[in-house]
């Protein structure tokens, strides 16, 4: 079955310090892989995705992905952190299953950045 | 436009009652997905309903928990029976297509529910 596996569930980081996010998944054929984030009190939003291509995705406020196949990860990097960073993060897969395509998400990692 | 809404945005109610959660999806959006989110256990899938087509109720824990999609358009989710467990953040999105492998999600601010 498909699953996805945030390997950290809680950082702490002070500012400046570089960022990175494991998330490896299960699954064998095409994948699409995403991240989310969730800001204290607001919704969960989308932060980048893959789908093809280049396999180093950027997204907004300077994090970016690398989708390495043969690992079957996908993990988040920001070089230098700041405070406003502090939040959940999710990984998501996006993989077809009987019936069509579902979206499973990880467990989520808790950010805390301190100024 | 607007986003996706959900009401209430809190609900604390006492084991046993029944309680309904509602969503307004983005309009245009065909897909329409319900999860659960409990402390450390990241979002868990309940529903998903894709147009016109029978909903994947695969994710639901229990007989206790329904959802129906109205028109295409608002969704309710129903608990019967609440238990403890069942309090935690219950999270809509929706998608302009689903069921794609590119299919992108816009969430809710989501439903607190605290069964007592």
């Known amino acids: 079955a498909q699953s996805v596996s945030q390997h950290n569930h809680h950082v702490i980081l002070s500012e400046a310090a570089s960022l990175e996010l494991g998330c490896n998944y299960s699954?064998?054929?095409?994948?699409?892989l995403f991240w989310y984030v969730q800001y204290p009190g607001q919704h969960l939003q989308l932060l980048l995705k893959?789908?093809?291509?280049?396999?180093l995705v950027k997204g907004i406020k300077g994090f970016e992905a690398e989708f390495i196949k043969s690992k079957f990860s996908f993990n988040l990097r920001k070089p230098s952190v700041q405070w406003s960073d502090t939040a959940e993060y999710f990984c998501?897969?996006?993989?077809?299953?009987?019936?069509?395509?579902?979206?499973?998400f990880g467990a989520g990692t808790r950010l805390f950045v301190k100024a | 436009g607007a986003g996706v809404s959900q009401s209430p945005s809190n609900k604390v109610t006492e084991k046993g009652k029944d309680v309904e959660l509602r969503c307004d999806p983005i309009?245009?959006?065909?897909?329409l997905y319900w999860y659960r989110q409990s402390l450390g256990q990241g979002l868990e899938f309940l529903i998903y309903?894709?147009?016109?087509?029978?909903?994947?109720k695969s994710g639901l824990p229990s007989d206790r928990f329904s959802a129906e999609r109205t028109g295409g358009s608002v969704s309710t989710l129903t608990i019967q029976r609440t238990q403890q467990e069942d309090s935690a953040v219950y999270l809509c999105?929706?998608?302009?297509?689903?069921?794609?492998?590119?299919?992108?999600?816009?969430f809710g601010p989501g439903t607190r529910l605290t069964v007592l």
């Open positions: 309009s245009g959006h065909t897909a």
């Open positions: 699954y064998g054929g095409t994948v699409n």
């Open positions: 999105a929706s998608s302009l297509r689903g069921g794609s492998n590119t299919d992108t999600q816009y």
């Open positions: 893959y789908f093809s291509g280049d396999p």
């Open positions: 998501a897969v996006n993989a077809e299953n009987t019936g069509g395509f579902k979206t499973i």
């Open positions: 309903f894709q147009g016109n087509s029978a909903p994947d």
